[in-house]
């Protein structure tokens, strides 16, 4: 899979190189900063354009040049550092598209100085060439509409971190059942899935009652409930695979038998549906205010609100409990880049204005992946918010009050964008 993935990784590179006039490529993989007043650096984190050619995730400092109909070079740096492990030479299929050039230090870099018609793509302060064309934006807009087509490998790549954050997934609910903290159950989360907090995509949203209505929540409480006090456990967490994330949020309720318990199955199910519209052709703005009027359902049938799902739409009502979008691309991003893009040429489709953090405005095509994560939340802010407005008038409180100590629900699953039906990765 890999070398047709390579294949088709050249192509998009080439058509963007012509568009842009340009004769090659250097993409760097990036390099780590340190923290103000010390010599200990940030995690690193592998520049995307980078790790879609080579799955070599973890090793900063290195270099691809790539030209059309040459094989391109690979410089691995492997430095003579008694301080740290160095990363190995590869070897295997993918390491046959590359001749690789080990360099030790600053010193090993080839003068890229004499280079022509070549672009440098990497972070701000990563060029010291004045010659190259720094992320010239003709050719990222490019290859950032194009990267959203996923191949066969990188497909099986997120299908994979799925697999494996699902075994994360249920290794913290296990401990969540047994009266274990949002500390605890981040930690079973990791044994599981055997990942360092720098491997994760993204910082796990681990959250238990009224935190569940954070939606980046990440202080992560280490004491325990007591047991008459526990009501709910919210958890977004994802792995990566040679580089490629997933992403997976599951609710669960501590009495399976409360009224949050079935709403949590209504979301669920409400989740699976609207799933199953991700096809080609679909306007995912479309998918996102369909999923805004099943959940006004959801909240009209639980007696949260009183008025019918267009009502509590169009007021803006239902952005009261979904504030974010329905989802966003998934790939060597959590959040993969060129989901506002209406073309090739980098031109922006907006989101509506009723919906404005919306991450994903494209109309969907086959394979594309992506997320679907509807959500009903009970956030203090917003509420009181729509308490004092016009919309107030539209909502029970006596029943928010029942449901606010349970925080929010979310469910999301990673999706793949087919014809004619929709492919779950997260539940096949």
């Not at 009502?311 to 506002?340: E, R």
Request: with cysteine; glycine share 6%.
């Amino acid at each position: 899979m890999y070398n047709n993935h390579y294949k088709y990784v050249s192509e998009i590179i080439n058509q963007g190189l012509e568009k842009a006039n340009l004769d090659g490529v250097l993409i760097y993989s990036g390099h780590v900063n340190n923290y103000f007043l010390d010599d200990m650096p940030y995690a690193f984190a592998c520049n995307p354009h980078f790790k879609w050619m080579a799955p070599i995730t973890e090793t900063p400092h290195c270099i691809i040049h790539y030209k059309p109909n040459e094989k391109a070079k690979l410089y691995l740096y492997q430095p003579k550092d008694y301080w740290h492990s160095l990363a190995k030479t590869p070897e295997g299929e993918w390491a046959e598209n590359f001749e690789i050039i080990s360099i030790t230090c600053k010193e090993d870099v080839p003068d890229f100085s004499g280079l022509q018609n070549h672009a440098w793509i990497g972070q701000i302060d990563s060029c010291e060439f004045d010659n190259l064309k720094h992320n010239p934006r003709t050719y990222m807009d490019y290859v950032h509409w194009h990267r959203a087509i996923k191949t066969d490998y990188e497909i099986e790549n997120i299908r994979q971190a799925n697999v494996l954050a699902l075994k994360g997934h249920n290794a913290a609910y296990q401990c969540f059942k047994k009266g274990y903290s949002e500390f605890e159950c981040h930690m079973a989360y990791m044994l599981a899935t055997k990942h360092n907090e720098y491997q994760l995509p993204y910082g796990n949203i681990v959250a238990q009652n009224e935190n569940g209505a954070v939606l980046h929540y990440q202080h992560m409480q280490r004491f325990r409930q007591k047991p008459e006090n526990i009501k709910s456990f919210l958890i977004d967490a994802g792995c990566q695979v040679n580089g490629y994330a997933s992403d997976i949020t599951r609710t669960h309720a501590y009495d399976e038998n409360s009224e949050f318990a079935k709403m949590i199955n209504a979301v669920d199910s409400m989740q699976i549906a609207i799933g199953k519209k991700a096809v080609a052709g679909t306007s995912y703005i479309d998918l996102h205010t369909q999923a805004h009027l099943m959940l006004s359902e959801i909240l009209s049938d639980f007696d949260v609100i009183n008025c019918d799902a267009p009502t509590a739409h169009d007021t803006g009502l239902s952005n009261v409990f979904l504030p974010h979008g329905l989802g966003h691309y998934l790939g060597l991003q959590v959040h993969d880049i060129g989901g506002h893009q209406s073309d090739e040429e980098g031109n922006i489709l907006s989101p509506p204005e009723l919906h404005p953090f919306l991450r994903l405005t494209r109309t969907l095509e086959e394979n594309n992946v992506l997320t679907i994560e509807p959500g009903i939340y009970f956030i203090d802010m917003l509420l009181e918010k729509a308490k004092a407005s016009d919309i107030g008038q539209y909502i029970n409180w006596s029943r928010v009050a029942d449901f606010k100590p349970y925080g929010g629900i979310r469910i999301e699953d990673n999706i793949v964008v087919k014809k004619t039906k929709s492919v779950n990765l997260t539940r096949g």
